[in-house]
């Protein structure tokens, strides 16, 4: 059977999801289902070459002007952009089938506007897309014929599980390892250092996202993704703790039946599934089944030691700009506390007066959105 090869955009190749998605395209049988065309870096210019000349796209963007001209040393013939508007260079190209976003923080959103504008399927690993704007990216997808295909472990399975019959569902159900800080006392972990916060038990992922499942608000961006996503309240969106990671997601029907996606703790599977859809192609298998014969635990969280869970859901409820106060208040604190400079304790006082004292947009234009999220960062930088 003849497969037309789609033109595949990488957004944040180095990375954690970026370099795992890199591994799914050489782990394929068919090694015509993509043609790399574009990929960006932030600041490991070493690794991105060896990237480059492995997969020999036709433009590429790095993270600063800097590493731009160390790769135009480099690769004189190559078309080279960087920072946010060569990010947005790289998704205007109208030649793109699939769009891979695969960075960290606020700078997805614009080139994820920008490729979805021309009709490009989005492959979204970058959570800020939806949590700060995810009213205006669904209806443009929807406007513009283009499918935005989740990345993340939970929302993959939950999509997978679903079979597309949303209409029956009576509930879905995320899944959480939990988290380094699972059987930690309250008191310990507003006391614990980002060292402890790194040593997640499960997942090997980059820190900030490491940071985020620590005090589990990586679970509460994931709430408000899901409910963009699948157009689904919150009320029918449900955490549960499951320290083995082997249940991804599940979903609940109407009729009380149960269907859940399980398999080992691995981005590979979710990351071809979406660059894949709908097919089922043959690439990379992580699983054995023997291997998941273990007892499965599942218990409720505790939203008392973890309130970032319960302040995601709030913000998620209030809608309008209440996410983006909340994204942007814990990116910033949970960079200082990866360099000493703040405690979770201070994360989560900060998130919470930001909340409190922010003046709620509920219909918030783009520009809106973007003019809030400097307003947070420049206020705690």
Request: aromatic share 6%; with cysteine.
């Amino acid at each position: 059977m003849h497969t037309t090869t789609k033109n595949l955009a990488i957004l944040g190749s180095t990375g954690s999801i970026g370099t795992q998605t890199l591994e799914v395209l050489e782990g394929l049988q068919n090694q015509e289902l993509f043609n790399v065309v574009s990929m960006s870096c932030g600041n490991n210019i070493d690794l991105f070459v060896e990237q480059v000349k492995k997969f020999n796209p036709k433009k590429v963007c790095a993270g600063n002007e800097k590493g731009a001209k160390e790769l135009k040393s480099i690769f004189p013939k190559l078309e080279i952009f960087y920072g946010e508007e060569g990010l947005i260079e790289l998704a205007c190209d109208k030649s793109l089938d699939i769009m891979l976003t695969g960075t960290s923080g606020y700078v997805g959103l614009k080139p994820t506007l920008c490729a979805i504008e021309n009709g490009t399927d989005i492959a979204l690993a970058n959570k800020e897309t939806l949590v700060m704007a995810g009213d205006i990216v669904m209806e443009a997808a929807k406007c513009h014929n283009a499918k935005i295909l989740p990345v993340d472990s939970e929302h993959s399975a939950i999509l997978q599980s679903s079979a597309g019959k949303f209409d029956l569902l009576d509930k879905i159900i995320i899944t959480a390892s939990g988290g380094p800080f699972l059987n930690k006392t309250k008191e310990e972990i507003l006391n614990a250092t980002f060292v402890d916060a790194l040593k997640h038990p499960r997942w090997n992922m980059g820190k900030k996202i490491t940071i985020d499942s620590a005090t589990l608000m990586n679970k509460g961006l994931e709430v408000i993704e899901a409910h963009h996503l699948f157009n689904l309240p919150y009320e029918k969106i449900e955490v549960v703790v499951h320290p083995e990671s082997i249940v991804h997601s599940a979903v609940e029907f109407k009729d009380g039946s149960i269907v859940a996606q399980i398999g080992l703790p691995s981005m590979h599977i979710p990351i071809q599934y979406a660059l894949c859809y709908p097919s089922r192609e043959v690439g990379v298998k992580t699983n054995s089944f023997s291997l998941l014969g273990q007892n499965l635990t599942f218990r409720a969280p505790d939203f008392e030691k973890f309130p970032c869970l319960k302040m995601a859901y709030e913000a998620g409820k209030l809608g309008g700009t209440a996410p983006v106060v909340l994204n942007a208040a814990n990116e910033v604190c949970v960079y200082k506390f990866l360099e000493g400079k703040i405690g979770i304790k201070d994360i989560i006082k900060t998130v919470e007066a930001e909340l409190e004292n922010h003046k709620l947009i509920k219909n918030p234009s783009l520009n809106e959105i973007f003019e809030v999220d400097r307003e947070i960062r420049g206020r705690l930088k």
